[in-house]
């Protein structure tokens, strides 16, 4: 994808989408609403990270930075490939994932349509998995092999396993792998899968036009298959605990500031052979995307170290990243880098050279920009072409919710910036976007249908009732797509024909 190129987009995870099975998949639906991004002038369909959910169902603390999350495995294909039978669901909720309901319903279907697979496979399909298997060792064995004994450990995190297997002796890791052959063969099924399902959808909205744009936070967790691969790359201590780990500090919005408590890369020790491990992951990430989002870029240039001991984020301290010389071996191996860096939050000027030097676009947020006056950064007339604008994203209130929540002052600036009401203040900012010269702009469906808080995705620093919301196709009706369509022709974001001027 061209990030210079005048277009726009729509925000919603893949989990987001509709259908029967509990959670969002890449099956029909996701075809289907590559349809309808189609059809409303869309260029740019933007993801959430794709990895495995970790604690308060986040895929910003997975297991795996290389992983396909399990639960965005259609079983529509397995069925149809005779691995599974038709599945009979329970009554689940349609708006909202109840993620203690269907993983494990989810997980039972998947180890029935490995056992399928397993017995049933024709020989051609087999040669097709071994090659896959093949060509994603460098992280694939190391991952199911820990998925693996994570559940002959009764789920245990890894730095509490056997010390033969917390320590990666040689020998024990090659008896592990015949005791568990099995279970490592499914979840590499699994991954398998993910990879055949997501580029089906891939090469559907390329052929279409539309560009996937995934993220990629910048952190990894403690409990994962990275960090126990390779334990020497984090600042952790002889018990494999962290010394010290990442957040931000206080600030207006939180006293405590945010104690994320991700392990800290020894950038120091990821240099010496060249960032090898972060070359990876984004050779990986660009399989899989045509673009993506680094979450927390400003993490790169300086980042918040506080100690593991400290509770909140009250202790702490800004040490340096690793820089350029990371983007630039990354580069070096794998050419121009299509990459958005998220750079919101406390930015100083070295996170602007990073980015700028980089040449990465940035990211700006309408909803931020009512609270000064007008020659505030996040307002439309003093964008840069090289930016994204976004209504909100995954961590903001939808616009309906900021409006209902604003200040007066902040309520009465938007109204009269954009020629606004309660009623229309979603179209407004979407509108506003649309025309500012920002090369991007991106819209969270949410904003799109004009929800409230109550749709919104995720509060962050907050844990239960996030990264669930999901919507139906009755929600959307006929006229979300025709306005959308409508303002991104106007603006020069969409085919010019959706506007139907007459002759």
Same mark, same amino acid.
């Given at each position: !994808?061209?990030?210079?190129?005048?277009?726009?987009?729509?925000?919603?995870?893949?989990? &987001?989408?509709?259908?029967?099975?509990?959670?969002?998949?890449?099956?029909? *639906?996701?075809? /289907?609403?590559?349809?309808?991004?189609?059809?409303?002038? #869309?260029?740019?369909?933007?993801?959430?990270?794709?990895?495995?959910?970790?604690?308060?169902?986040?895929?910003?603390?997975?297991?795996?930075?290389?992983? =396909?999350?399990?639960?965005?495995?259609?079983?529509?294909?397995?069925?149809?490939?005779?691995?599974?039978?038709?599945?009979?669901?329970? #009554?689940?909720?349609?708006?909202? %994932?109840?993620?203690?309901?269907?993983?494990?319903?989810?997980? #039972?279907?998947?180890?029935?349509?490995?056992?399928?697979?397993?017995?049933?496979?024709?020989?051609?399909?087999?040669?097709?998995?071994?090659?896959?298997?093949?060509?994603?060792?460098?992280?694939?064995?190391?991952?199911?092999?820990?998925?693996?004994?994570?559940?002959?450990?009764?789920?245990?995190?890894?730095?509490?396993?056997?010390?033969?297997?917390?320590?990666?002796?040689?020998?024990?890791?090659?008896?592990?792998?015949?005791?568990?052959?099995?279970?490592?063969?499914? $979840?590499?099924?699994?991954?398998?899968?993910?990879? %055949?399902?997501?580029?089906?959808?891939?090469?559907?909205?390329?052929?279409?036009?539309?560009?996937? !744009?995934?993220?990629?936070?910048?952190?990894?967790?403690?409990?994962?298959?990275?960090?126990?691969?390779?334990?020497?790359?984090?600042?952790?201590?002889?018990?494999?605990?962290?010394?010290?780990?990442?957040?931000?500090?206080?600030?207006?919005? *939180?006293?405590?500031?945010?104690?994320?408590?991700?392990?800290?890369?020894?950038?120091?020790?990821?240099?010496?052979?060249?960032?090898?491990?972060?070359?990876?992951?984004?050779?990986?990430?660009?399989?899989?995307?045509?673009?993506?989002?680094?979450?927390?870029?400003?993490?790169?240039?300086?980042?918040?170290?506080?100690?593991?001991?400290?509770?909140?984020?009250?202790?702490?301290?800004?040490?340096?990243?690793?820089?350029?010389?990371?983007?630039?071996?990354?580069?070096?191996?794998?050419?121009?880098?299509?990459?958005?860096?998220?750079?919101?939050?406390?930015?100083?000027?070295?996170?602007?050279?990073?980015?700028?030097?980089?040449?990465?676009?940035? !990211?700006?947020?309408?909803?931020?920009?009512?609270?000064?006056?007008?020659?505030?950064?996040?307002?439309?007339?003093?964008?840069?072409?090289?930016?994204?604008?976004?209504?909100?994203?995954?961590?903001?209130?939808?616009?309906?919710?900021?409006?209902?929540?604003?200040?007066?002052?902040?309520?009465?600036?938007?109204?009269?910036?954009?020629?606004? =009401?309660? /009623?229309?203040?979603? $179209?407004? !900012?979407?509108?506003?976007?649309?025309? &500012?010269? &920002?090369?991007?702009?991106?819209?969270?469906?949410?904003?799109?249908?004009?929800?409230? &808080?109550?749709?919104?995705?995720?509060?962050? =620093?907050?844990?239960?009732?996030?990264? =669930?919301?999901?919507?139906?196709?009755?929600?959307?009706?006929?006229?979300?797509?025709?306005?959308?369509?409508?303002? *991104?022709?106007? *603006?020069?974001?969409?085919?010019?024909?959706?506007?139907?001027?007459?002759?």
């Amino acid at each position: !994808m061209n990030l210079n190129q005048r277009a726009s987009g729509v925000l919603l995870h893949i989990t &987001s989408l509709p259908g029967p099975h509990g959670i969002g998949d890449l099956g029909p *639906s996701a075809l /289907h609403f590559v349809d309808w991004l189609e059809s409303a002038g #869309q260029r740019v369909w933007q993801l959430l990270p794709t990895t495995p959910i970790g604690p308060g169902d986040s895929p910003y603390q997975s297991v795996s930075a290389f992983a =396909g999350s399990p639960l965005m495995v259609a079983l529509e294909p397995l069925v149809e490939a005779g691995w599974l039978p038709q599945p009979q669901p329970p #009554q689940f909720h349609a708006h909202q %994932v109840n993620f203690g309901q269907v993983v494990p319903w989810r997980m #039972q279907q998947l180890r029935a349509a490995a056992a399928g697979f397993f017995t049933k496979a024709t020989e051609a399909q087999r040669q097709q998995y071994a090659a896959w298997a093949q060509s994603q060792a460098s992280w694939l064995d190391d991952y199911s092999l820990f998925m693996a004994l994570e559940s002959a450990h009764g789920g245990k995190c890894w730095w509490d396993w056997a010390p033969e297997l917390r320590s990666r002796k040689k020998a024990a890791l090659t008896k592990a792998r015949k005791e568990h052959a099995d279970e490592i063969a499914f $979840w590499c099924f699994v991954q398998w899968q993910f990879d %055949v399902q997501l580029a089906a959808v891939k090469a559907y909205a390329n052929a279409k036009g539309i560009a996937i !744009m995934g993220d990629l936070p910048i952190f990894i967790a403690h409990h994962s298959a990275d960090c126990w691969a390779a334990p020497e790359f984090y600042y952790l201590d002889e018990a494999f605990q962290p010394t010290v780990v990442a957040g931000v500090p206080p600030d207006a919005m *939180s006293a405590d500031g945010q104690r994320w408590g991700n392990p800290l890369y020894r950038w120091d020790r990821m240099a010496k052979d060249g960032f090898a491990w972060w070359t990876a992951r984004v050779r990986r990430a660009l399989a899989q995307a045509d673009v993506f989002r680094i979450d927390h870029f400003r993490g790169f240039a300086g980042y918040y170290e506080i100690p593991a001991s400290c509770p909140t984020a009250q202790e702490g301290q800004w040490v340096p990243g690793p820089g350029k010389a990371l983007f630039d071996a990354i580069a070096k191996e794998l050419g121009p880098l299509p990459i958005v860096a998220e750079d919101l939050g406390l930015i100083t000027p070295d996170v602007i050279d990073l980015r700028d030097g980089c040449g990465f676009p940035g !990211m700006k947020i309408l909803q931020f920009g009512f609270g000064a006056e007008g020659d505030h950064e996040f307002l439309p007339h003093n964008y840069a072409r090289e930016t994204i604008v976004y209504t909100g994203t995954h961590d903001n209130d939808t616009v309906k919710g900021w409006w209902n929540a604003a200040r007066p002052r902040e309520r009465e600036y938007a109204a009269s910036y954009l020629a606004c =009401g309660a /009623h229309d203040v979603h $179209w407004a !900012m979407i509108r506003a976007a649309a025309n &500012s010269v &920002s090369n991007l702009a991106v819209f969270p469906l949410q904003d799109i249908l004009g929800l409230d &808080s109550a749709h919104r995705m995720n509060t962050p =620093g907050t844990l239960g009732g996030n990264w =669930g919301w999901r919507f139906t196709w009755d929600m959307v009706g006929a006229e979300p797509g025709r306005v959308l369509g409508l303002i *991104s022709a106007a *603006s020069g974001r969409g085919p010019f024909s959706l506007l139907k001027l007459p002759a």
